[in-house]
C-alpha cells in the first residue's frame, strides 16, 4: 500500500483538500455590507480576536509596462509612513493594540492580513485603514526598502535555483508579467520613485477586486460597518486587469552555465486550470507521479532507486492568466543527465499506462484524508476562504470536495494522463555543469 505525506510543493488546492473535515464542522456565511462589500465569515465567539484577511486581485501583474517592480516596492511600504507616523511609530502603535498585519503580494495577488483582539478592533482597524488611503510614501523610506530590494536581487543573481526558475518563467511567457520577477529588476527598481509608489497602489488596491475573510469574534453587522470603514475610502475600479499569457514554451534542453556542484533544473509544459473539468483528475495524477511527497513515482525512481537526487516534485502550477505542469529537481551535475532521461520516461509512462487502482485510492486517501493541518486556528481558516474566493469557488465548495475527489475513476485519472502529459512538450532548463547532456532548441 502506497503512503503519501504532505507535498512540499504546496498547490493552491492543497488546503481546502486538507481542512475538509475540519471546515465542514464551521458555518461560512456570505455577508455583504452596506456599502456592496462582499465577504465570508465565520462566526467564532469563544476567543476574543478576529483574523481578516483581503486579497486584492491583479497583484504584481498590474506593474505599469515600464515600472516593473512597482507593486512589490510600494507593499513593502505600506507599513513605513501613513498619517502622522513614521514606521516606527506605525510598528509602535500596532504593538500598543496587540494587533499585527503583514502585507505580501504576488504575481496574481497583493493579500493583507489582519489580526486584532476584539477589545482593540476599532483602533486596529483605524489603523490599518490609515496604511493604505493615508500612505504617506517617505522619500527615506523609498530609497532604504529599494536599496533592500535591489541588494536581494544581487544576491538571486548568485543563485542557481532562482535563475533556472527566471528564465524558465522568461521562456514560458515572454513579455506578460509572469515572465519577469515581482520584485523587478534592479534597473527598473532603482527608477521607481514616489509618484510611481502612488500609482501602484490606486492601480491595485480597489474596492471591485477584493476578497474577503474573517473568521472569529464578530457578527456579520460588525463586519459589514468594519469593511465599509476600511475600504470604503478605496477607488470602486483601477487599472486594467492582465491579459490572458500566451504559452510560448517549446520543448527541449536549455543549459546556463553556472559553477555549481548540483545542477539545479527546472521543467514544465502546458498545464491546466480550476475550472478545468479534468482538474480533480490531474490533480490526483500529480500527486502519484510527483506531488506526493516521497511516495510518488517521481520520487521513488529518481531518488530511492537511483540515488539521484535527495528531492523531486511536479505540481499544476493553476495561476490566473496562464497554467503550467512543472517540476524541479537537483543533481550532480554527473548525472543529471540521467536524471532528465528518468523524468521523461516517467512522464511517458504514466501517460501511456496511466495509474493503478492502488495508487489511485492511496492519493484518493490522503487527499480525502486526515490532514487538516492548515486548519488550526482563526487565521489559516481565513486565509482558506479568501483563496477560494480568489480562485472562484462556491462557499460550499468544503462539503461537496471529498465527494469529487471520490467519485474520479481509474478511467478517468487515465483518460487525463494520456491528454495532458506529453514528454515531447517537455522544456527542461538546467543550471550547473551538466556532463553529457546537449542542449536542444
Same mark, same amino acid.
Given at each position: 500500500m502506497m503512503r503519501f505525506v504532505l507535498p512540499l510543493v504546496a498547490s493552491l488546492l492543497t488546503a481546502p483538500l486538507l481542512a475538509g473535515a475540519a471546515i465542514a464542522e464551521t458555518d461560512i456565511q456570505p455577508v455583504t455590507s452596506p456599502g456592496g462589500i462582499d465577504a465570508w465569515l465565520v462566526e467564532e465567539h469563544s476567543i476574543p480576536f478576529v483574523a481578516l484577511e483581503l486579497r486584492f486581485a491583479g497583484g504584481a501583474s498590474m506593474d505599469l509596462a515600464d515600472k516593473r517592480g512597482a507593486t512589490y516596492l510600494m507593499t513593502a511600504l505600506l507599513e513605513e509612513g501613513s498619517g502622522e507616523m513614521d514606521s516606527q511609530e506605525f510598528a509602535k502603535a500596532t504593538d500598543a493594540l496587540a494587533a499585527s498585519f503583514s502585507f505580501d503580494v504576488s504575481s496574481d495577488?497583493?493579500?493583507?492580513?489582519?489580526?486584532?483582539?476584539?477589545?482593540? *478592533?476599532?483602533?486596529a482597524v483605524d489603523l490599518l485603514h490609515q496604511s493604505l488611503v493615508d500612505t +504617506?510614501?517617505? &522619500?527615506?523610506?523609498?530609497? *532604504?526598502?529599494?536599496?533592500?530590494?535591489?541588494?536581494?536581487l544581487r544576491s538571486d543573481e548568485q543563485d542557481p535555483q532562482t535563475i533556472g526558475s527566471r528564465a524558465f518563467a522568461a521562456m514560458a511567457f515572454g513579455d506578460h508579467p509572469y515572465g519577469s520577477p515581482v520584485e523587478g529588476t534592479i534597473d527598473s527598481v532603482e527608477a521607481l520613485n514616489r509618484d510611481d509608489m502612488f500609482t501602484a497602489r490606486d492601480n491595485v488596491l480597489v474596492r471591485d477586486?477584493?476578497?474577503?475573510?474573517? @473568521? #472569529?469574534?464578530?457578527?456579520?453587522?460588525?463586519?459589514?460597518? /468594519?469593511?465599509? !470603514?476600511?475600504? #470604503?475610502? /478605496?477607488? &470602486?475600479? $483601477?487599472?486594467?486587469?492582465?491579459?490572458?499569457?500566451e504559452l510560448s514554451l517549446t520543448p527541449g534542453v536549455t543549459i546556463i552555465p553556472f559553477d555549481t556542484p548540483q545542477a539545479?533544473?527546472?521543467?514544465?509544459? &502546458?498545464?491546466?486550470?480550476?475550472?478545468?473539468?479534468?482538474?480533480?483528475?490531474?490533480?490526483?495524477?500529480? +500527486?502519484?507521479? $510527483?506531488? #506526493? $511527497?516521497? &511516495?510518488?513515482?517521481?520520487? !521513488?525512481e529518481v531518488r530511492e532507486?537511483? $540515488?539521484?537526487?535527495?528531492?523531486?516534485?511536479?505540481?499544476?502550477?493553476? *495561476?490566473?492568466?496562464?497554467?503550467l505542469w512543472q517540476g524541479a529537481v537537483a543533481s550532480g551535475n554527473e548525472r543529471v543527465a540521467e536524471a532528465i532521461l528518468v523524468i521523461r520516461d516517467e512522464w511517458s509512462r504514466i501517460a501511456e499506462d496511466g495509474v493503478t487502482e492502488e495508487e489511485l485510492e492511496a492519493a484518493k486517501k490522503y487527499m480525502t484524508g486526515e490532514y487538516?493541518?492548515?486548519?488550526?486556528?482563526?487565521?489559516?481558516?481565513?486565509?482558506?476562504?479568501?483563496?477560494?474566493? !480568489?480562485?472562484?469557488?462556491?462557499?460550499?465548495?468544503?462539503?461537496?470536495?471529498?465527494? *469529487? @475527489?471520490?467519485?474520479? +475513476? /481509474?478511467?478517468?485519472?487515465?483518460?487525463?494522463?494520456?491528454?495532458?502529459?506529453?514528454?515531447?512538450? /517537455?522544456?527542461?532548463?538546467?543550471?550547473g555543469q551538466p556532463e553529457d547532456l546537449d542542449e536542444v532548441n
Amino acid at each position: 500500500m502506497m503512503r503519501f505525506v504532505l507535498p512540499l510543493v504546496a498547490s493552491l488546492l492543497t488546503a481546502p483538500l486538507l481542512a475538509g473535515a475540519a471546515i465542514a464542522e464551521t458555518d461560512i456565511q456570505p455577508v455583504t455590507s452596506p456599502g456592496g462589500i462582499d465577504a465570508w465569515l465565520v462566526e467564532e465567539h469563544s476567543i476574543p480576536f478576529v483574523a481578516l484577511e483581503l486579497r486584492f486581485a491583479g497583484g504584481a501583474s498590474m506593474d505599469l509596462a515600464d515600472k516593473r517592480g512597482a507593486t512589490y516596492l510600494m507593499t513593502a511600504l505600506l507599513e513605513e509612513g501613513s498619517g502622522e507616523m513614521d514606521s516606527q511609530e506605525f510598528a509602535k502603535a500596532t504593538d500598543a493594540l496587540a494587533a499585527s498585519f503583514s502585507f505580501d503580494v504576488s504575481s496574481d495577488a497583493l493579500s493583507i492580513s489582519a489580526r486584532f483582539l476584539s477589545e482593540n *478592533r476599532d483602533e486596529a482597524v483605524d489603523l490599518l485603514h490609515q496604511s493604505l488611503v493615508d500612505t +504617506t510614501f517617505p &522619500e527615506d523610506a523609498i530609497a *532604504r526598502v529599494q536599496g533592500q530590494i535591489t541588494s536581494s536581487l544581487r544576491s538571486d543573481e548568485q543563485d542557481p535555483q532562482t535563475i533556472g526558475s527566471r528564465a524558465f518563467a522568461a521562456m514560458a511567457f515572454g513579455d506578460h508579467p509572469y515572465g519577469s520577477p515581482v520584485e523587478g529588476t534592479i534597473d527598473s527598481v532603482e527608477a521607481l520613485n514616489r509618484d510611481d509608489m502612488f500609482t501602484a497602489r490606486d492601480n491595485v488596491l480597489v474596492r471591485d477586486r477584493v476578497s474577503v475573510a474573517a @473568521v #472569529g469574534d464578530i457578527t456579520p453587522e460588525e463586519l459589514g460597518a /468594519l469593511l465599509d !470603514h476600511l475600504l #470604503g475610502d /478605496l477607488p &470602486e475600479g $483601477g487599472a486594467p486587469l492582465p491579459q490572458m499569457a500566451e504559452l510560448s514554451l517549446t520543448p527541449g534542453v536549455t543549459i546556463i552555465p553556472f559553477d555549481t556542484p548540483q545542477a539545479q533544473v527546472i521543467w514544465g509544459q &502546458e498545464g491546466l486550470g480550476l475550472e478545468d473539468p479534468d482538474f480533480f483528475p490531474a490533480f490526483i495524477l500529480n +500527486t502519484i507521479l $510527483g506531488g #506526493g $511527497g516521497f &511516495e510518488s513515482r517521481l520520487m !521513488h525512481e529518481v531518488r530511492e532507486k537511483r $540515488g539521484l537526487t535527495y528531492g523531486v516534485y511536479s505540481w499544476i502550477a493553476d *495561476r490566473d492568466y496562464a497554467d503550467l505542469w512543472q517540476g524541479a529537481v537537483a543533481s550532480g551535475n554527473e548525472r543529471v543527465a540521467e536524471a532528465i532521461l528518468v523524468i521523461r520516461d516517467e512522464w511517458s509512462r504514466i501517460a501511456e499506462d496511466g495509474v493503478t487502482e492502488e495508487e489511485l485510492e492511496a492519493a484518493k486517501k490522503y487527499m480525502t484524508g486526515e490532514y487538516p493541518l492548515r486548519f488550526d486556528g482563526n487565521g489559516p481558516i481565513a486565509s482558506i476562504l479568501v483563496s477560494m474566493q !480568489h480562485d472562484g469557488m462556491s462557499i460550499d465548495y468544503p462539503d461537496s470536495r471529498n465527494d *469529487r @475527489v471520490n467519485a474520479v +475513476t /481509474l478511467e478517468d485519472i487515465n483518460r487525463v494522463a494520456k491528454t495532458w502529459l506529453d514528454p515531447d512538450k /517537455l522544456r527542461f532548463v538546467v543550471v550547473g555543469q551538466p556532463e553529457d547532456l546537449d542542449e536542444v532548441n
